[in-house]
């Protein structure tokens, strides 16, 4: 079962791949995983992706897609898998088809998890992280015993840069335009399943699991 998860930033499609790879027994990928590990084991691939990312570029499209390419030859993978945060533009989905069919391989399902730009800019300005810590909060959902206090430690919580109304804007933003594209792509190819992520988790993932079968 091969599976991309789709979804703007803060719509929890990790915390769902995460939950999708527990219960099927297949390894939830995410791009920024396989940089550290190639660039930690020293690998050939790793080396050229840190050559990029110690001058603050971006690793070019053939080479991440080489990187997930190369991941998905591990033992683990070999009943699939799901990957999360790529690909994020058309072109970068184009070159993961193109690999893929090379390898007589296809991707299952593309999930994305629908939540309004509201939804998600109250949600995460709604959330505090812990300066001592690093334990996080949400003033809503999960709260801490005392305001403004980590349970943990006794530290300030504090609203992260990222996640001020006016930064999610901006990432939601740049999301709309980049990998909006990506939902009517993967419709096109009949791979595209939709679920409503602004109920609660659980059930957002049994709406999930109906899609992928039991």
């Keep these: 079962m091969k599976i ?10 990790g915390t769902q791949a995460k939950m999708i790879a ?3 027994g297949i390894p939830h990928i995410s791009t920024g995983d396989i940089f550290r590990a190639n660039i930690k084991n020293g690998t050939e691939l ?41 690909p994020r533009t058309i072109p970068q ?16 399902f593309a999930i994305n998890v629908e939540v309004p730009d509201e939804n998600i800019i109250n949600r995460m300005s ?4 812990c300066v001592g810590c690093g334990a996080t909060y949400h003033i809503k959902y ?10 943990t430690c ?35 190819k009949g791979k595209l399943k939709e679920v409503d992520g602004t109920v609660d988790m659980n ?5 999930i699991v109906d899609i992928l079968g039991a």
């Design 46 to 86: 790793g080396a050229k992706a840190k050559q990029y990312m110690d001058k603050g570029e971006l690793v070019p499209d053939e080479l991440v897609v080489d990187l997930i390419m190369d991941r998905f030859k591990e033992d683990d993978a070999k009943n699939g898998y799901v990957l999360d945060g790529f």
């Design 154 to 188: 006794g530290k300030e919580l504090i609203l992260r840069d990222d996640d001020k109304p006016e930064t999610v804007k901006n990432r939601l933003e740049v999301y709309h335009n980049q990998t909006q594209p990506l939902i009517d792509y993967y419709e096109k």
């Design 142 to 151: 999960n709260a801490p015993k005392v305001e403004g206090i980590c349970d």
């Design 22 to 24: 527990s219960k099927y």
């Design 203 to 207: 059930d957002v993932f049994n709406a």
């Design 93 to 108: 989905a184009e070159a993961l088809d193109k690999a893929l069919s090379a390898a007589g391989e296809d991707i299952d």
């Design 4 to 13: 991309i998860m789709l979804g703007a930033p803060g719509a929890g499609k």
């Design 126 to 129: 709604g959330r505090r992280a």
